[in-house]
């Protein structure tokens, strides 16, 4: 999808995010399950005339620990909603390009 909104030049005009509400061990518990991790987890946001290419912050082995620049949830939500081509329409989660 990322590629494809390039390829088109929309990229810079869509915001992608992609959020979970837990991370996850790399590994299997004893149930053979895959245990939570509340104190961690992934994001991304791609697009919508970002500047920063990389990953940011960094969680032990485990995925259980934050170890290096941690990210609050208000702190990701302000940076998703300060990207200029986004704006809040309604009470739902849809966006529409500002100007």
Do not use: N
């Amino acid at each position: 999808m990322i590629v494809d909104l390039d390829q088109k030049r929309l990229l810079d005009k869509t915001l992608i995010v992609i959020k979970t509400e837990f991370g996850r061990p790399s590994g299997f518990d004893s149930g053979g399950g895959r245990g939570h991790q509340g104190s961690s987890f992934s994001s991304m946001l791609a697009g919508g005339g970002l500047s920063h290419c990389g990953a940011y912050g960094q969680t032990d082995r485990q995925a259980k620990r934050i170890e290096a620049d941690p990210v609050s949830v208000p702190d990701f939500f302000a940076s998703e909603r300060s990207v200029p081509c986004t704006q809040q329409t309604g009470k739902g989660r849809r966006f529409e390009r500002i100007g």
